[in-house]
Structure formats: structure tokens, C-alpha cells
């Protein structure tokens, strides 16, 4: 994309541009994705024709919601390198999410687009905490997830010492943390979770640890979690935000003096929140919806418009004034459950029962139809804290079950297991089980 009259500014310099610079860099850097991916896309001309527009007609940020969406399933149909666009030589790396249904989606990256990929994530990480005198413990697996290479050369970028862990054997990642005193580790909130229950479990205080740092995203967390990592472990949490599909980590990340929801890096990437009713009209900052991405200088698989399924709201920049913030993602559309008429994410059920001191932030739900009802039923199984008393934990059980019907309007079931006893995360930890389609 560099042109010998106007060399592209660096990444390090657009960090800074205010509002108006960065616009401006959006539009110029937007029309050029636009008709490099008509002409190289197939499915883009595709698209694009069908919808009557043509890359010229983007003459201002505004009019980019007159061009198509772009979905999973479109990089499922076009399975594996359909929308790549540019030839194989030219590929450095791919990358695959594994879909829990089907054919993988399947990402690939020029060697421009790794370069750039690593600064952002360099760039999160350094919101974060994280400095180049820093050792950094990557607990991301590795592989065709985004999570693991994706930290490893971000950290390499910024000029830590990596040490490249991976996900699981959570023995091993304690003894590693005694042993190579990290200053940071980045992995999933809830695989943090399990490493300072492991702490714990082994007899030693998590927050006597080397750790400073925590750089956690890959799934949907709460402020509740935030605080209860942080107290449990001596460390500040930070999140960063990425999907595969946009690059991967390192989308947005969050400020560790502010900690007021991730900066999206707008000079690589241009949001949009959409209406999560009609799945198209644009709505203005501030407003819930499904995010919506356009990627502005990738060169091995430009995306126009792709639907996260995300949701969450624009807020304007604190700590980069010239770009905007996240809030927290409530939750994937894809995990909502619909209880009898009514919308409910697992993030709020961490929310409300972090808020009960005899409640562990270990806990499933189930969805399942009793035989010979007609309604569906939620059961929560929760782990309460295990210094609490039988009667403690009645009566959170109790209050738990008040709190979602007040603050939610659902009636659950609330089961109190023993400690330990649900499974621990590894990664992406799965809360929902919906035993109606497992019948
Ligand atoms: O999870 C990339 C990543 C790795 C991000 C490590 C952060 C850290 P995918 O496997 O493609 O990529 O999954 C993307 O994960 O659409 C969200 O639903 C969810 N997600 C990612 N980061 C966050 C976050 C990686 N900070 C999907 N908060 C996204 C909430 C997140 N959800």
C-alpha cells in the first residue's frame, strides 16, 4: 500500500493522531480496501454488484453503510482460502477458528499484515502494563488459534522476554510462574481463574507471586471478575479484544491507568455498532449493538463490514482521544439464551453472583425441557466459596435466585454444588450446556 509520494505514517505515529487526522486516515485507507477487494475478491464483486455499489461510490466514512455485510458463513462457503487476496507465495502465515460446528474458518496474513498484527497487539500489551524489560508469560495456546502466536509476537515486538507456555498443564504454568518470575501473563480470565485456584489448592498465596500483569480477553468477562482476579492475585487485569476473522488479539485494548473498556486501534480497523434487531441499521456512538468491522490495511484477507455477532457500544477515546472505546462485551449473540420470552447472557449471571460473598465465580447453566412441560427450564450450578457455612450458602442460593428474577425477570433453579466439582477452564471456558438438543 506504500506509495513513494506518501509513505504510509507509522504505526507508532497514528497511535497519536487525534480524531480528525484518523478519519481521514480511515477514509483514504478505506476506499483503497474497498476497490482492492472488488478486484480481488470474487465474492466481493459478487456482493458488491449485487448490492449496486461500487467502491467509488465511498466518498465519506458515512457511506460505507451502503455496502454489504460479510459473515462467517461466507468465509465457510468460500472454505479454505476463497477470500484470500493475494496468491499463496504471498501468504505468510495462516491461522483457523474452530467452529463448534462444520468447517473451520480459515484466516491468512501477508507479512505486512503479521508486522502489523504484532504492533497492535506490542501496542495493547504496553496500554496494559506491559514494558519491554518485562518477562511475559503466554498462557494462549498455540496453534491455528489467533491467541497464542498472536501474544508471542506482540510480546516479541514490544521486546519482552517471552516465554511461550501455551494453554493447559496448569501444574507446569505454576511452576514455571515460581520459577521464571514473570512480570505479565496473558491468557483467557477464566484460565486465570484456574491458575490461582491452583495456587491456592497447592497451599501458596496467588498473590505472592512475580506476577504484575494480567492481559486476559478471548471471551467475555465482567467488571465483577475483573475485581476478583485482581484482589485474588495482586495484579491488575487488563483486557484486549480480537476475533480471527479481523486478525486476531490486538483489536482493542484496554489502558491499565484508566481501565475504561479497550481502545479500538481505528487506525487499522473502522467500527460500526448495527441494530441487533433488524442486523442493519447503523446506530450512533453510545448505543448497544452488534459490532461491525471493516479492516483498513489488510492485505491477505481483507474484510468488509464483517457481522461480529459481538455486542457492545462506541464511547469516545480517554487515554487515545482519537480513538473510540468498547464498552465490555455483554455477550456473542450466539450465547444468548431465550428463557420463556426473556434475553439473558452468562456475563450477567457472573455479575450478580460475584456480588454474593458465599458465591465462586465457578458455575455452569443448563437449559433443558422437563418431561411433559412446555416451558424451558435454567438451572444454575454454582460452586459456592469453600470457607462459606451450609447455612451461608442457602441462603445465597436463595438470594441469587431473587437477584436474576429482579434484575432479569427469569426464575432459575439454583443448584449449589461442592467445590471443585465442575470443570475447570482450560482456555475459552464453555457456560452454557443446553441439554434440549442433546435428547
Ligand atoms: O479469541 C482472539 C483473541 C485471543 C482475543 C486472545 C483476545 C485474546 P477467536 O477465537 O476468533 O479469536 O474468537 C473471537 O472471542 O468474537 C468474541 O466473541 C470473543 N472475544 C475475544 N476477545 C474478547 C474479549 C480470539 N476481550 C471471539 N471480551 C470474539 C469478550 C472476547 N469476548
Redesign the pocket.
Same mark, same amino acid.
Given at each position: 500500500m506504500t506509495e513513494s509520494q506518501n509513505p504510509e505514517p507509522k504505526n507508532s505515529e497514528t497511535e497519536f493522531f487525534d480524531r480528525e487526522r484518523i478519519e481521514a486516515l480511515q477514509l483514504r485507507r478505506l476506499q483503497h480496501t474497498l476497490s482492492y477487494a472488488y478486484q480481488r475478491v470474487p465474492l466481493y464483486q459478487r456482493k458488491f454488484d449485487a448490492a449496486g455499489v461500487r467502491p467509488e461510490d465511498l466518498r465519506t466514512l458515512a457511506d460505507l453503510q451502503h455496502f454489504p455485510f460479510t459473515t462467517k458463513d461466507d468465509l465457510r462457503n468460500e472454505y479454505p482460502f476463497g477470500m484470500f487476496a493475494v496468491p499463496q507465495q504471498e501468504v505468510a502465515r495462516i491461522h483457523a +477458528?474452530s467452529g463448534t460446528t462444520g468447517k473451520p $474458518?480459515v484466516v491468512g496474513y501477508t507479512s505486512n499484515d503479521l508486522r502489523n498484527w504484532a504492533d497492535l497487539v506490542a501496542r495493547s500489551m504496553r496500554a496494559s502494563g506491559a514494558r519491554p524489560e518485562h518477562k511475559v508469560h503466554i498462557a &494462549?495456546g498455540y496453534g491455528l488459534? $489467533?491467541?497464542g502466536l498472536? @501474544?508471542h509476537y506482540g510480546a516479541e515486538a514490544l521486546g519482552t522476554t517471552v516465554i511461550p507456555m501455551s494453554g493447559g498443564q496448569t501444574e507446569k504454568q505454576l511452576q514455571l510462574i515460581l520459577d521464571f518470575e514473570p512480570d505479565v501473563i496473558?491468557c $483467557?480470565p477464566t484460565y486465570l481463574l484456574t491458575i490461582m485456584d491452583a495456587f491456592t489448592h497447592r497451599g501458596i498465596d496467588p498473590r505472592s507471586t512475580s506476577l504484575k500483569y494480567a492481559i486476559?480477553?478471548?471471551?467475555?468477562?465482567t467488571e465483577e471478575m475483573r475485581q476478583e482476579l485482581e484482589a485474588g492475585m495482586g495484579l491488575d487485569a487488563c483486557?484486549? &479484544?480480537?476475533? +480471527?476473522?479481523v486478525m486476531?488479539?490486538?483489536? @482493542?485494548g484496554e489502558f491499565v491507568q484508566s481501565k475504561d473498556g479497550?481502545h479500538l486501534w481505528e487506525d487499522h480497523f473502522r467500527p460500526e455498532i448495527i441494530d441487533p434487531f433488524d442486523h442493519s441499521t447503523v446506530l450512533p456512538d453510545g448505543e448497544s449493538g452488534e459490532l461491525v468491522f471493516t479492516t483498513l490495511t489488510k492485505e491477505a484477507l481483507p474484510i468488509i463490514r464483517y457481522r $461480529?455477532?459481538?455486542l457492545s457500544s462506541l464511547l469516545p477515546g480517554t487515554e487515545r482521544p482519537g480513538m473510540r472505546r468498547m464498552s465490555?462485551?455483554s455477550g456473542?449473540s450466539d450465547d444468548m439464551i431465550i428463557l420463556r420470552g426473556v434475553n439473558l447472557f452468562p456475563s450477567q449471571i457472573e455479575e450478580i453472583a460475584l456480588r454474593i460473598p458465599a458465591l465462586s465465580p465457578h458455575f455452569q447453566l443448563e437449559i433443558s425441557r422437563p418431561a411433559g412441560q412446555r416451558m424451558d427450564e435454567l438451572t444454575i450450578k454454582i460452586e459456592p466459596r469453600p470457607e462459606s457455612s451450609s447455612v451461608e450458602r442457602e441462603a445465597a442460593a436463595l438470594q441469587l435466585r431473587k437477584e436474576i428474577k429482579v434484575q432479569i425477570g427469569s426464575t432459575a433453579v439454583i443448584a449449589v454444588v461442592e467445590p471443585g466439582s465442575l470443570e475447570r477452564s482450560n482456555g475459552?471456558l464453555r457456560r452454557v450446556y443446553d441439554l434440549r438438543t442433546a435428547r
Open positions: +477458528s $474458518t &494462549y488459534f $489467533t491467541g498472536g @501474544a496473558m $483467557t486476559c480477553g478471548a471471551e467475555p468477562w483486557d484486549i &479484544y480480537g476475533l +480471527s476473522e486476531g488479539p490486538g483489536v @482493542a479497550s $461480529t455477532k459481538d465490555r462485551i456473542r475459552k
